[in-house]
T-cell receptor
Framework: DQQVKQNSPSLSVQEGRISILNCDYT??????FLWYKKYPAEGPTFLIS?????DKNEDGRFTVFLNKSAKHLSLHIVPSQPGDSAVYFC???????????FGTGTRLTVIP | DAGITQSPRHKVTETGTPVTLRCHQT?????MYWYRQDPGHGLRLIHY???????DKGEVSDGYSVSRSKTEDFLLTLESATSSQTSVYFC???????????FGQGTRLTVV
């Protein structure tokens, strides 16, 4: 059973606009959430994270929002650039747990 | 970049043959993971290790075994490869809980 879900397989956005990628989770024990970016033929690279004690974390053009009551997180990219075109995975882990659970990914295409 | 190397990067093998994939790290991280990436499934955990000789199963462990005899090396073995194990395999390392994991470049395995 998928504990981390990304229900949008793909998203297209115009350059300069905001990209919003969504992620839902089912396990209330998750307390640390991450976003990864993946280009073709490369391994995923870490982008940004947030712990459950926060509801927002910002790093440059990237902001992650966490809504614990809804078990939902989102990644905002502003402004979107063509180089942001990639597959984005969200991931989650629980305190004391050894492993990370990943969603199925969302392919973002930023149109110049 | 995290010092993590996967070998081989590409492999074609025949059904029924044994295959071993290697992950080598130079970061002295405690946790090591093997994931597989398949269309529509995202990244799924096969096995992971939380120390030398300490390993545990992930969500798709059937048909796979692992070994970790040294901190720096984590081996994934397919005892008898099947076509359903055609996939891209990623190794990841992590220092401790509530931190990001770093991924290798991946191994594309084709079982014919």
């Amino acid at each position: 059973d998928q504990q981390v879900k990304q229900n949008s397989p793909s998203l297209s956005v115009q350059e300069g606009r905001i990209s919003i990628l969504n992620c839902d989770y089912t396990n209330s024990m998750f307390d640390y959430f991450l976003w990864y970016k993946k280009y073709p033929a490369e391994g995923p690279t870490f982008l940004i994270s947030i712990s459950s004690i926060k509801d927002k974390n910002e790093d440059g053009r990237f902001t992650v929002f966490l809504n614990k009551s809804a078990k939902h997180l989102s990644l905002h990219i502003v402004p979107s650039q063509p180089g942001d075109s990639a597959v984005y995975f969200c991931a989650a882990s629980a305190l004391g747990a050894n492993n990370l659970f990943f969603g199925t990914g969302t392919r973002l295409t930023v149109i110049p | 970049d995290a010092g993590i190397t996967q070998s081989p990067r590409h492999k074609v093998t025949e059904t029924g043959t044994p295959v071993t994939l290697r992950c080598h790290q130079t970061e002295n991280h405690r946790y090591m993971y093997w994931y597989r990436q398949d269309p529509g499934h995202g990244l799924r955990l096969i096995h992971y290790s939380y120390g030398v000789k300490d390993t545990d199963k992930g969500e798709v462990s059937d048909g796979y075994s692992v070994s970790r005899s040294k901190t720096e090396d984590f081996l994934l073995t397919l005892e008898s490869a099947t076509s359903s194990q055609t996939s891209v395999y990623f190794c990841a390392i992590r220092n401790r809980e509530s931190t990001e994991a770093f991924f290798g470049q991946g191994t594309r395995l084709t079982v014919v």
